[in-house]
């Protein structure tokens, strides 16, 4: 065992889990190791980083825990269909088709809620015209399938099919996880708008019974966000990086908790490899 190794497992063995903090896994076992046992819940986690360090395969590791802890998901993807995110999660050991999955972009209303309420672009467009229509009245503006507010209005829905945010309502609303992959689309455009969007969303999203992900692109030129605003008002950061392969030649990802609020964690990076049947799999650097 290297001392990389051995201090990042002494530092989960030193640190005592806060009692009041809920915790919600990763789906990554070194990661919640990382952090006092997983993500404390409730939290807003910007998942940031270049093309191709590992996003989306860490929203399916978080989405699929929740699915493993029978959790309810929102899956929201912007950058692929969710046909191709079962497909890629498959490949990793993690088969989303053994749940049940309403998209929103059918008409069908299932009997009992479905484990995952899946949001693609054909989702957003069905909304965004049901926005635009109700707004023809009032002489109203037109919505895109990448407005801010087509995304929270798509989002509000799953939470009604979901049925478990009854508002004001008796009971322990469930816990829910939700996936943006990714929301910088949504003001790519305008980046801007980027702070303002970031805080309407969490405004209008966030519950206490919801933890989320929210992917955010790095443009790879400058290193910095599509408008640099979800990191202000997220609770916590997962920042993925690569090296510059024309020195290395080789991908070698990266992963660092940069920020967790409620809960002391690792503040190292790992190493992160990406493996068939298996994901993600982190190594103290
Ligand atoms: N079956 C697989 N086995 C090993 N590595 C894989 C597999 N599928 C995808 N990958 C790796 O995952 C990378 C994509 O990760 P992804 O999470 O989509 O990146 P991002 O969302 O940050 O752009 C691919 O470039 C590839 O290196
Ligand atoms: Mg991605």
């Known amino acids: 065992m290297s001392s990389a190794e051995s201090s990042s497992q ?3 063995k030193r640190v005592k889990p806060r009692e009041d903090v809920v915790r919600i896994s990763t789906g990554v076992k070194e990661l919640d190791e990382a952090l006092e046992g997983g993500i404390p819940k409730g939290s807003w986690v910007a998942v940031t980083g270049e093309p191709g360090t590992g996003k989306s395969i860490l929203c399916m590791h978080f989405a699929w825990a929740g699915l493993e802890a029978g959790d309810p998901v929102v899956y929201v993807t912007t950058e692929a269909e969710f046909r191709d995110v079962v497909r890629q999660a498959r490949q990793l050991g993690m ?3 053994t749940h049940s999955i309403l998209d929103i972009s059918s008409s069908w209303e299932p009997q ?6 899946v949001v693609d672009v054909f989702g957003l467009l069905k909304v965004a015209r049901q926005l635009s229509e109700e707004q023809e009245h009032e002489g109203g503006r037109r919505y895109a399938a990448l407005d801010v507010q087509t995304l929270v ?3 509000r829905e799953a939470y009604r099919v979901l ?3 009854r508002e004001g309502g008796r009971g322990v609303a469930r816990h829910v996880r939700l996936v943006v992959d990714s929301v910088s689309a949504f003001w790519a455009d305008k980046p801007a708008m980027a702070r303002k ?3 309407d969303l969490k405004v209008s999203l966030h519950r206490e019974n919801v933890t989320a992900y929210l992917v955010s692109q790095y443009a790879m030129t400058t290193r910095s966000t599509f408008g640099f605003g979800l990191e202000h008002i997220a609770d916590g950061v997962f920042h993925l990086w690569m090296e510059d392969v024309e020195r290395t030649r080789e991908v070698v990802r990266y992963v660092i908790v940069k920020k967790m ?3 002391d964690h690792y503040r190292k990076a790992f190493r992160l490899h990406i493996e068939p049947g298996r994901g993600v799999r982190l190594v103290p650097e």
């Open 10 to 12: 002494e530092h989960a």
């Open 95 to 97: 088969d989303f088709e």
């Open 112 to 117: 009992k809620p479905p484990e995952i309420v």
């Open 153 to 155: 209005a798509a989002v």
């Open 163 to 165: 049925g478990v945010l």
């Open 197 to 199: 969007y970031s805080y």
């Open 261 to 263: 609020r409620m809960t």
